[in-house]
């Protein structure tokens, strides 16, 4: 026969367990993961016209620091209900033009995406039967854009203009295709 002491510590330990495992699984209960909201290091810019009809988004401009050329990164829709198309006259950068493609007026409903050649050629693009998407190579001078910096962009439409700021950022590196050299100096 086992002593009473014993039987109260195990049914002390056990009760003691219980609560401790129920304590950790409340800590995270309910609570958001630390990188489920966790977006891009760098951002584009989003900016509308007034009524806000048209709108341009992930405004970046991207530097290439191998070849050291530049190029802006855009997206821009055509909301407005009226159904009439919005055609983009010119981007600047800076007070800079960016040099682009010939583009057709951005029909209602219709998106117009600016990036590098490069980028545009790994993005995959969509059916023009199923989707209203054009797309254009933009490039720029690299006048010294300090990266993280932010520099006035200028869309102008047929409408008028959407001003805004845009962070520069570096290209994108292809995953699995870049060897970085993680070994540092040891201590001297």
Same mark, same amino acid.
């Given at each position: 026969?086992?002593?009473?002491?014993?039987?109260?510590?195990?049914?002390?330990?056990?009760?003691?367990?219980?609560?401790?495992?129920?304590?950790?699984?409340?800590?995270?209960?309910?609570?958001?993961?630390?990188?489920?909201?966790?977006?891009?290091?760098?951002?584009?810019?989003?900016?509308?016209?007034?009524?806000?009809?048209?709108?341009?988004?992930?405004?970046?401009?991207?530097?290439?620091?191998?070849?050291?050329?530049?190029?802006?990164?855009?997206?821009?829709? @055509? =909301? !407005?209900?009226?159904?009439?198309?919005?055609?983009?006259?010119?981007?600047?950068? +800076?007070?800079? *033009?960016? $040099?682009? &493609?010939?583009?057709?007026?951005?029909?209602?409903?219709?998106?117009?995406?600016?990036?590098?050649?490069?980028?545009?050629?790994?993005?995959?693009?969509?059916?023009?039967?199923?989707?209203?998407?054009?797309?254009?190579?933009?490039?720029?001078? @690299? =006048? !010294?854009?300090?990266?993280?910096?932010?520099?006035?962009?200028?869309?102008?439409? +047929?409408?008028? *203009?959407? $001003?805004? &700021?845009?962070?520069?950022?570096?290209?994108?590196?292809?995953?699995?295709?870049?060897?970085?050299?993680?070994?540092?100096?040891?201590?001297?």
């Amino acid at each position: 026969m086992k002593s009473l002491k014993s039987a109260a510590r195990r049914g002390s330990i056990i009760a003691a367990a219980g609560v401790s495992a129920l304590a950790l699984s409340a800590c995270s209960a309910g609570q958001v993961t630390q990188t489920a909201d966790q977006v891009a290091a760098v951002d584009g810019n989003f900016a509308a016209s007034t009524d806000p009809a048209v709108s341009v988004r992930d405004v970046t401009v991207l530097l290439n620091d191998v070849t050291g050329e530049a190029a802006l990164k855009f997206g821009a829709s @055509n =909301e !407005d209900y009226s159904g009439e198309p919005v055609t983009l006259e010119s981007v600047t950068v +800076d007070g800079q *033009d960016v $040099e682009m &493609d010939a583009v057709d007026p951005i029909g209602q409903d219709c998106v117009l995406i600016g990036d590098t050649a490069d980028n545009l050629e790994a993005m995959p693009q969509a059916d023009e039967d199923i989707a209203c998407i054009q797309y254009t190579e933009t490039s720029l001078e @690299n =006048e !010294d854009f300090p990266y993280g910096g932010n520099v006035p962009v200028v869309f102008s439409f +047929d409408f008028g *203009d959407i $001003e805004l &700021d845009a962070t520069v950022a570096a290209h994108t590196l292809p995953a699995g295709e870049v060897d970085r050299d993680y070994s540092t100096p040891g201590p001297a």
